[in-house]
């Protein structure tokens, strides 16, 4: 034995796979006929779809007033529900694009799907800051659009950042996972038999021939977007933080706010995603893809952020106290003891104190742990927004103005109707479109690598023996 | 003068809109003859009804006898459209007249203020005579006579009187609720003169009945108490709310008390307000000193006072031998060495309801302390009925039961509601044959009475009358009557001579009577002026009688005080909105009446006196006096008498309107799944318990929601309000500013200056004031304000904000643009109230500017916070940034349910102000600075001096023109002599939230309090803890 053991990467996809029988697993999905089960989930998600729709309409029909908002609290769900939603929508353009700059291989397995959420996740959000505002019908105005009065929005207001960081985040990730379709597409408009879906995959994958120079334009045109995309990862929710961090209200007029809420949107985001995997994985088969090695990983980095958002949680009332800020002092206070208390020690529980049990291996190796508290972790994400939302609000500067906020039965309708778009456009998605990017996948299974293949003996040096030795331990 | 030109003096809105083509006209968005002047149609048919429309305008307001609708080919002199003219006129309360000057827009009449020339207004106004504009424009008012439950007409109730009472030997029993004007007690004389079985009885359920007897007990003569808190360093309030709008002659009086906390620098005095009373009122919350006191003991605490200034001054000495619970006390030894001291200087008074002995005490003891003829006067009042008029009503009552009188006439007045419950006012109608009434609402007498009459408003018939001193003025009508009525002159007019006279005949004829020459010209200058003469009274003639100590009243159970309503009284403005929608100035509820009880109190019944925000549900007491219960939801007051629970009366109604009725189902402003409109509390109020009685109390564990604006009543340590002790001012002039209250200096001014800035540096592109522009600011001196709310009610009906109904309330969406914030300080037991009128602050450095993604609010050149409602999205971030949390929503289309709901709604749009835009839904609005009355002046000023900066004291806005203690200066700050500039110089002038650095142009002026340094335990501390 060397001084130095090499421990290698645990293989990426389990079980006995070549690309033709990945292949196989991923697109069978789509080309099979669709499943009685499908209907089954499609039939839920659409009815609260609907329930979204009518919300939305009597919404507008009737006012803001069928919520819950009142004089001091004049964000309530809507904002909650916005900043929840963008959050989760943080988690595949992460996996995407940082972690494929950082050749994190096993991205790979989970990116299509993830960025799925993700595009689903912002669709939702941006349903309420278009919703929520007074008069929906001249919304266009927060636009720059050029008009005869010469009348610009307001350049000054994160509001109006907020349009243009969300709106560019969507298009960038909506593109990034285009462009990871076509090859994938291409391969559906291979093997599908019908004409429609022909077409219609042929359509989408823009005469993708597999050939060298299509690759190559393929790989260079992700990388672009990757480097596009991956500062949009940072500034999408730095800049719904600054909705808060701008003002002047406190508890929300603090710099820490941009990595909190970056910190906390990954967080939240990859307990969607897990949420999500656990029960894809377990209906479509896709364990050998999806494996207990990527929820670890996963987990991983759950603890990870849900630590980060821990420290900004104690940092927060450091600097509130140590500003030395009357009304900052107080709000932290109110916070922890006051009318919304109990929402502020749900949000420590599910945030702070879970997912502290990932320090233990079995647990975060526990397929059933880890969907528990995936759960749990966005239930204290969406308290955290709303404890932020809130509190400031309800208890800000002058206490004759105090006053308790709760939602009215149209919150809670609305926002459970937003989990219909989600649902619909996933069930669409599962059901069109590879879940799994079969061509990346590919290239990081042992075949997919020219070193460790032998030809001759057609058997893969998968032994630690036969691995070359790194060079430093020979000399 | 002729009834012709009597009936055109007005070219009515009435007659117009009963005139087809006019009625076309106004639905049609273009004039019908718009149309057909492309059809090569006459110009004249066009113009005769555009003529007709602005008749409307002109002739409404027009003083001059027209007699015919001319095309408006030449601008009738001084009216100009757009242009308000503002006309004099006078409001009866109680029969007490207080002039205003009222804003008429194209003939209909919007705004009422005060008018300066009279001295029961000096320029100012109350909430009641700011609400009345909006009952003129009432839809659910009374709009013709009834008889026996059918539509009348007024034809038809004159002819039936003439018919009627022409048998001058019927029996007549008349009601009239209190009134000054001397046509109409000449009326009454005439009335008294020709029915020889007649009697006539003057009933307020709540009044100076009491008093005026307690004079005749300590002068031998029915004289009014009148006071001249000016001349008072000591005021005595024995729960007497002279400050609260309940009070006939509140406004005069608040202006006497607040002149005399007007401080200027450290050399000037305050007069020291001592306040004994059960509950919180407004005059309490004003005071240096507060003590709590049952109503059932009040009488013991006036003989202990007397007691203990009898050994101190002379003319007391029947009192020197009571002895009571009081006695001895700290506060009475002090309060009674500071009287005597400041004998000749000082003002005791007692509330109108305590027992007339109790006044005989205070009489006697304004008597001992030589007050009368500085600060107390006697005035001889030629109208009052020379009768106790509480007994004379019970007599009257049980002799109608009986069968002595053919006919009853109420005037104006609800017995049927308001009646003491043990006298059965309405069976006892049942005793006469006809039942003739004269109403504003068709209330609960109305619908007893055989006739009822629709009462023409006081905006909308003549009349005349006195103030509460005594000044002389005439009631000048804005417009015709918008519904067939009749005012009381006329009614009483129609009974009494058997005819149809009109009002402005009778009202001019008694002027005519004052005036043996040159009557023409001074008529013209009475109408002109609104007021005719300020001594109507004659000082009476006083001569003390030995007055003994009022017999102990004293109840050791819980006792029940029933007192009027800040917002509705008696019930009488129980169908305005606005007043509805006024939080209570102390408690803050608006809608609803509550059982007020101390937290002891509480406590000992078993109810929470925790302190939590949202809505709260609360716990429903059973009060029972004599066997007669009422339900009503307690409220926990800090600072009430313990053992002692005080309710207000007018609530709980049934079948008046939309807004007064309890859960009434036809109307969209409130919900009917939580009842609102409160409790009727008069079946508990008996003719031995007109004030308090002994109750019964228990919880019933049923609970009631109530829609209170304000749920946190502490300032947690917070220096929003400011305050020190005169004493301490003049050690430290500048107490209130921030370093002398933090120790430190305003952060970010020390880097300031070193860059040679006078101002923090800020991220944002500051706002430069445009050479030549004024810029506006404003100060609100907490020194004056003594929290009533017309300020609130003036500029609702300037800005025409909507009345959003219990429910929405209750979920804290209340639409005021200025809310007067109250605070307790101090012990939770007995707390100091105070008060803070907050608008906009309009600051330099808006937040709310920043954040907005659509640029709908701005800064304008003269320095204000703008609000673009045509461009507004309704983001409401402006609201979230606002630390003064002073932007209001409208989250439903509020001004649709408020103004087109009903089957009239054109009446009720009449008393909105055309200047100001109606808000649609999903748009923020705020207070403005009252900017269309700034541009009005600002435009005149331009016009006739070239700048657009009018001279100081001619831009008012709303809430400062109506404000009784003059509290609020706004005006230009670019201007070194403005009343407001002078104002911000003072030193304790201070910035809410000033470490903010937002810059508002809106400031305040330190409170100070004038306690006697005898009574207090501890120093003062600098501001609020």
Known sequence: ?475 | MSELTQKTYWKSLNELAQNKEYEKFVEREFPENATELSDGFSRKGFLRVMGASIALAGFAACRRPVQKILPYSKQPEDIVPGIPLFYASAMPFQGNLTGLVVENHEGRPTKVEGNDLHPASGGNTNAYHQASILEMYDPDRSKFPVRNGAKSSTTDFHSFVADYFADTNKRVAFISEANSSPTYNGLKEEALNRFDNAEWVTYEPFGEDNAIEGNNIAFGRRVRTHYNFTNADIIVSLDDDFLAPTHPNNVEYAKQVTFRRKVTSQQDTMNRIYSVENGFTITGSYADHRKRVKASEMADFANALAATLSSRISGLNSFASVNNKFTGSEFITVLADDLASNAGRSAVSLGFDYAPEVHAVVAAINSALDNYGTAVNLLQVPHFDNQNNKTAFANLVSSISDGNFDAVVIIGANPALTAPADLNFTEALSGADEVFHLSTYNDETAKTASWHVARSHYLEAWGDGYSFSGARAVIQPQIQPLHDSLSEIEFLGAITNAGKISGYDMVRETFSSFYSRNFENRWLDILHDGIDVTDGFSTANRSARNVSPAPSTTINEIEVVIKPDNSVYDGRFANLGWLQELPDPITKITWDNVALLSPATAESLGISTDDYLGKAKQPVLNIAVNGTPIKLAAWVQPGHADDSITVHTGYGREGIGRVADVSSESSQLLDPETTSGGVNVYPIRTSSSMLFAQAGVSVTGEKYPIACVQDHHSLEGRDMYRQATLAKYKEKADYASFESIHKYAVPGMAEAAELGEDQPISLFNEQTAVEGEPQWGMAIDLNACFGCGVCIIACQSENNIPVIGKREVERGREMHWIRNDRYYMGDKENPQAVHQPVPCMHCELAPCEQVCPVAATTHSDDGMNQMTYNRCIGTRYCANNCPFKVRRFNFFNYPKEYLTSGEDPDIIQMAMNPEVTVRFIGVMEKCTYCVQRVNREKISAKIETGSPKPADGTVQTACQQACPADAIYFGDLTDENSEVTKMKRNERNYLMLEELNVRPRTSYIAKLTNPNPALVKETNEEYAQ
């Open chain 1, 1 to 475: 034995m060397s001084k130095y053991e090499y421990i290698p990467e645990p293989a990426l996809v389990k079980g006995n796979h070549d690309f033709a029988s990945i292949t196989k697993l991923v697109t069978d999905v789509n080309l099979r006929p669709t499943p009685k089960n499908w209907y089954l989930a499609m039939l839920p998600a659409n009815a609260l779809l609907g329930l979204l729709l009518v919300s939305i309409g009597y919404l507008i029909w009737e006012g803001t007033g069928i919520w819950g908002l009142n004089n001091p609290v004049g964000w309530g769900w809507a904002i909650i529900n916005f900043v929840w939603w963008v959050g989760i929508g943080h988690a595949g353009t992460l996996i995407s694009a940082i972690l494929f700059l950082f050749r994190q291989d096993w991205r790979t397995a989970i990116n299509r799907f993830a960025e799925a959420m993700t595009i689903f996740a912002v669709m939702c959000a941006g349903v309420f800051p278009a919703i929520h505002v007074g008069r929906i019908w001249v919304i266009y105005w927060v636009f720059p659009v050029p008009n005869q009065m010469a009348m610009w929005p307001n350049f000054n207001s994160p509001l109006l950042w907020d349009v243009f960081a969300v709106s560019t985040y969507f298009t960038v990730s909506l593109l990034f996972w285009y462009v990871g379709l076509v090859p994938d597409l291409a391969t559906l408009r291979d093997k599908a038999t019908d004409k429609i879906r022909k077409v219609a995959y042929g359509l989408f994958a823009l005469g993708w021939t597999g050939s060298s120079r299509a690759w190559w334009n393929y790989e260079k045109a992700y990388m672009i977007l990757a480097g596009l995309a991956t500062p949009l990862v940072l500034s999408v929710h730095t800049i719904v933080s600054f909705d808060f961090a701008v003002s002047m209200i406190p508890g929300w007029h603090t710099t820490i706010f941009p990595p909190y809420f970056v910190a906390g949107a990954i967080f939240s985001g990859f307990a969607m995603v897990l949420t999500l995997m656990i029960v894809a994985r377990k209906i479509y088969g896709m364990k050998d893809i999806m494996t207990d090695d990527h929820m670890e990983k996963m987990n991983i980095i759950i603890m990870v952020t849900g630590s980060m958002v821990g420290f900004a949680y104690m940092m927060e009332f450091f600097i509130a106290w140590y500003s030395g800020v009357e009304y900052e002092k107080a709000i932290f206070m109110l916070r922890a003891t006051g009318p919304y208390a109990w929402a502020y020690w749900i949000m420590m529980f599910c945030n702070v104190i879970s997912p502290q049990v990932f320090w233990f291996k079995k647990l975060r190796r526990s397929v059933g742990f880890t969907f528990f508290i995936s759960i749990v972790v966005n239930i204290g994400m969406w308290f955290e927004r709303f404890v932020i939302t809130v509190t400031s609000l309800s208890t800000d500067y002058l206490p004759s103005s105090w006053d308790y906020y709760s939602p009215t039965a149209w919150d809670v309708l609305t926002y459970v109707g937003t989990f219909g778009l989600f649902f619909t456009m996933f069930l669409l998605f599962l059901r069109f479109l590879p879940m799994i990017a079969i061509a990346e996948v590919k290239l990081v299974m042992p075949q997919g690598d020219p070193h460790n293949y032998d030809d001759e003996t057609q058997e893969y040096h998968l032994h630690v023996e036969e691995v070359p030795q790194p060079k430093a331990v020979k000399a």
